[in-house]
C-alpha cells in the first residue's frame, strides 16, 4: 500500500483547504483511512478517519465542526476539507492507514505543509 497527500500550502486566516490522500495497492473494507498533523515542536495528532467500506466517520474535537473527511472509492481517495482555518492549523497533515481496522496506523503518507497565517 502506499499513500500520497496532496492539497497543503498557505492560506490566510478564516481560510479553506482540501487535502487529498491517494491510496494505492490491496485495501479491505475492514480498513479505516485517517489524518493527523504534526505542528513544530509538537507530537502527532489524530484529527479524523472514515471507514474504507462504509464511510463511519469520526473527528477529533479540535477539527469537529471545522473539518470533513470524505472517500471517492473510484478515485481511491480520501479527502479533508477543512474550514475556518486558524494559525494553530499550521502543520505537515498525514494521511495514513489502518489496514486491519485495529486502529493500528500501518501505512503512511508523506506529508504535506499546511501553513495558516493572520
Known amino acids: 500500500v502506499q499513500l500520497q497527500a496532496s492539497g497543503g500550502g498557505s492560506v490566510q486566516v478564516g481560510g479553506s483547504l482540501r487535502l487529498s490522500c491517494a491510496a494505492s495497492?490491496?485495501?479491505?473494507?475492514?480498513?479505516?483511512l485517517g489524518w493527523f498533523r504534526q505542528a513544530p515542536g509538537k507530537g502527532r495528532e489524530f484529527l479524523a478517519r472514515?471507514?474504507?467500506?462504509?464511510?463511519?466517520?469520526s473527528y477529533a474535537d479540535p477539527v469537529e465542526g471545522r473539518c470533513t473527511i470524505s472517500r471517492d472509492g473510484a478515485k481511491n481517495t480520501v479527502s479533508l476539507q477543512m474550514n475556518s482555518l486558524k494559525p494553530e492549523d499550521t502543520a505537515v497533515y498525514y494521511c495514513?492507514?489502518?489496514?486491519?481496522?485495529?486502529?493500528?496506523?500501518?501505512?503512511w503518507g508523506q506529508g504535506t505543509l499546511v501553513t495558516v497565517s493572520s
Open positions: 495497492g490491496i485495501i479491505f473494507g475492514s480498513a479505516r
Open positions: 495514513a492507514l489502518d489496514a486491519n481496522g485495529n486502529y493500528r496506523y500501518d501505512y
Open positions: 472514515i471507514s474504507w467500506s462504509g464511510g463511519l466517520t
